[in-house]
Every structure is written in C-alpha cells, then in structure tokens.
C-alpha cells in the first residue's frame, strides 16, 4: 500500500498570524497520509469509487436527520489495516442498506448568506452544493478552502455580533463533524472535506459559545490534574448525584440546562500548560480507558464513550494540519465533550486496572488488525473505528508499557455490540433497523 507522509500543515501553510506560543501548541509529526484520490493499487481506487458513489447516492444525514454517514469512516479504516478491495464492497454494500438518498433542500446557499442556514440539517444538500460550487471558485484547492471557511469569523469575540469560525464548534452531533473532517485529511479527500464542511454547518449548535466567548474560560487553582484524575472526581462528585435515571442521548442538554457551571468546572481545570504534548498524550489514554476501562462482561460497551476515542483520534489526525493557534481551542472543545459525555452517561467507575492487567498471550498489533478485519463485527463501523484509533495512539506514542495494545486486545476479544443507550435511543435504532439485523450490528 502506497502513502505519503505530509510534514507540512495542510491548511495552515498560508496562516501568516499562526501562533507558536508554547502553551497552545502541540507539536506532532503527521500520521500516514493516503492520498487515495491519486493511489493506484487495487484497493485504492475501490476506496476512491465507493467515496465517491456514497457522496453521489446517499445523504450524509438520515432517518429524520438524526443519524450520521459513516459509509467513509469505516471505507476508510478497513483500507488503512490492510483490507481486500472484495472487503470494502462487502462494507459499501452493508452501508448501502440503511443510508438514504439524497432530497432537496428549501432552498440554496449562497456565499452572502451561508452563515443563515447554519444549525438547520434539511439544508444538507444545499451545503453541499454550495461547497461544491465553492470548490471550483477555488480552483479545487480544497485545503485552501477549509482554511477559509472553519477559521472565518467576523467581529471581536465577547461582544454583540460576533461570528466565531466553525472550527470551534467541531464536538456538535456528536462529534462527527471532528471525525469526518480527520478522515477528509487522512484520506487527502476533497469528496470527505466537502461532506465535513457540510456537517459542521448543519449541526452547529450552542456549543461554540464556550470557545467563542472568553467569559467561560475561567482561572482555576494551579493543581494541574490530568484528565483521568478529573473523571475519577467527578465520578465521586455529589453536585451529579440523581440527575440521571439511566445513560442515553438526551441526557447532554440536561446537564447543560441544569449543571452549566459545575460541569464547566471540570472544563476549566484542565490545562495544557505547560506541556501541551503531554497533555494531550494523557487526554488520549484517558480516552482509551473511559471506553474499555468501564466495561465489564455483563455490558455492552458504551456508544457514546467510542466517540470520545474517534474524536481524540481525530484531534490527533487534524493537530499536524491546523494553524497552531487553534490547537488549544482544538483539545479543550474533546475535554468538554469528553467531561459532559461521561457525567451524562452516569459516571461508571474507570478501571485502568482492568486494562494494565490484560495478558497478551502473544497477541499483538497483527492479531488485532487480522480480528478487526475477520471477526463478525468487521462491518460495525465504530468497532473498527475505536480499534484503529488504539493502534494509532500506540504509534504516536511509542506505548512501552503496551496500555494502548492491550486495551486493543481486550477490546475486540471481548466485544458484543454497543450499549449506553436510553430507551427512547434503543426505539429510535430499532426503527431504522432491518427485520433481518439484530440490535448492536450496526449503529450510528
């Protein structure tokens, strides 16, 4: 298989205020970048039709606007470990069962009044005809015009009137709009970029404000506790007790509504400096154990906590690609992802024991590529998402004391479908399930 390494930002190299402030830069060598628009092997150029037959037939939002395409995501992830053009039909052909067409929207989006419709999903399709149009006005520079449209903002931050860019309000729907702009640049995809701009704008939300607007930033005691240490506090913090009767979905605006400023707490308390590499290293392994150091074999795991691990994979994707002065902003919209995820998925206990303590037996990063790829869950697209997010920490890394590897191993041998759902969310997917699937095969 063919790649590339980029050591150059791709849509920062034409930053010309791009920070090199130590406490918010977080310097990090690219990932392999797979340039799968111009590869020529076999399953390259499967990958680059299937993208592009998912952009042109399905719609990146359906079932009532509420789930998400994950048709590149897992294209994307079975490619990168290996997988057989003859696997990656088998996936596209999976995904084409359940993703909707495309249908009209309103009305369309001009460049005078794109910003309007933002946080309005039936406008999907204009989105993208819009950043379509844009694309050509651009030459097909499509990295110059991520530049342009996530870093544009209008007016001073605080004050009336201000428009914050769309890069500080990656974390809303869930985080997909983070995820699939890292696969944008992981894939070196114009087709994936076009899709996360388009999600970014439907899906904005409230959740820009605490980036936007410098009042919620707050000093905090110069403790400096790590992200886990933080989840362990607030897992014993009785300002939460009783707000939630099970996990599930809807329960993130009740937190907000109702524990805005204790929740904010944990996000404050968190700092980068004065080693944001560190940091951020700590915030990935804290990512790993929330998903697997919580489960035990009579659950599932949580559904929600995996978008924590694909979020911080791609915060890692994209940190080497962004202009340096939105690094921070960056890390700390996951941290407050990551902090309101596991408070409204009531706090289960964190257990990095139950990780350090796995037995190898000899199993290894080929074992766990070779069982992403074969095991029953190889379609489930968060399963191999979460597994390669793993595998990456682990390169970043260097993981010598194997947590990254052996949370891995015990993760896909141990895996058996995804839970933390409410039951209005278990409703809502078996609405959309075929008769013939069985809850937990395929989730969005």
């Given at each position: ?155 001073e931050p605080g004050k009336e009137g201000f428009k914050g860019p769309l890069i500080n309000n990656m974390i809303s729907g869930l985080g997909h709009p983070l995820i699939h702009l890292g696969y944008a640049v992981e894939l070196h995809s114009k087709t ?38 933080l989840l362990h506090k607030a897992e014993q913090d009785k300002q939460f007790d009783g707000m939630f009767s099970e996990p599930g979905g809807d329960n993130l605006s009740e937190l907000f509504e109702k524990k805005e400023d204790a929740l904010l707490e ?61 690094h921070k902003n960056l890390v700390r919209q996951w941290w407050l992802f990551t902090a309101s995820v596991y408070i409204a998925q009531t706090r289960p206990r964190i257990s990095e024991a139950s990780i350090n303590d796995v037995k190898l037996d000899g ?82």
């Amino acid at each position: 298989m063919s790649i590339i390494n980029i050591s150059l930002p791709f849509f920062s190299r034409r930053a010309t205020h791009s920070s090199s402030d130590p406490s918010t830069s977080i310097k990090l060598d690219s990932v392999p970048i797979h340039r799968v628009e111009t590869l020529h092997s076999k399953p390259a150029r499967t990958l680059k039709h299937l993208i592009k037959a998912n952009h042109a037939n399905h719609s990146v939002i359906y079932h009532d606007l509420r789930f998400h395409n994950h048709a590149p995501h897992i294209l994307g992830s079975a490619y990168i470990l290996g997988g057989t053009s003859e696997h990656l039909n088998a996936i596209y052909a999976k995904e084409d069962t359940k993703l909707e067409p495309w249908h009209d929207a309103p009305s369309e989006i001009s460049k005078e009044d794109w910003r309007d419709f933002l946080g309005k999903r039936n406008y999907q399709r204009a989105y993208i005809d819009f950043f379509e149009d844009q694309l050509v006005q651009y030459g097909y520079d499509w990295e110059k015009m991520l530049h342009d449209f996530l870093y544009a903002e209008e007016g001073e931050p605080g004050k009336e009137g201000f428009k914050g860019p769309l890069i500080n309000n990656m974390i809303s729907g869930l985080g997909h709009p983070l995820i699939h702009l890292g696969y944008a640049v992981e894939l070196h995809s114009k087709t994936v970029a076009i899709e996360a701009l388009t999600l970014v704008a439907c899906f904005y939300d409230d959740w820009h404000k605490y980036l936007d607007d410098p009042k919620y930033t707050k000093a905090v005691p110069d403790t400096k506790p790590t992200p886990l240490e933080l989840l362990h506090k607030a897992e014993q913090d009785k300002q939460f007790d009783g707000m939630f009767s099970e996990p599930g979905g809807d329960n993130l605006s009740e937190l907000f509504e109702k524990k805005e400023d204790a929740l904010l707490e944990y996000w404050n308390a968190w700092e980068l400096h004065p080693d944001p590499k560190d940091q951020f290293h700590l915030s990935q392994r804290a990512a790993v154990a929330i998903l697997v150091g919580t489960h035990d074999a009579s659950h599932q795991y949580d559904f929600f906590f995996c978008h924590l691990l694909t979020t911080s994979h791609a915060v890692r994707i994209l940190l080497p690609a962004i202009e340096s002065r939105w690094h921070k902003n960056l890390v700390r919209q996951w941290w407050l992802f990551t902090a309101s995820v596991y408070i409204a998925q009531t706090r289960p206990r964190i257990s990095e024991a139950s990780i350090n303590d796995v037995k190898l037996d000899g199993r290894d990063w080929k074992w766990v590529d070779h069982h992403i790829l074969t095991s029953k869950w190889s379609m489930d697209a968060h399963h191999v998402k979460a597994a390669r997010a793993m595998k990456e920490a682990a390169a970043t890394w260097g993981d010598k004391d194997q947590f990254f590897m052996k949370a891995a191993v015990k993760f896909v041998s141990e895996f058996n479908g995804w839970g933390g759902f409410s039951a209005a969310d278990r409703k809502a997917r078996e609405e959309r399930l075929s008769k013939t699937e069985l809850l937990g095969t395929t989730m969005d």
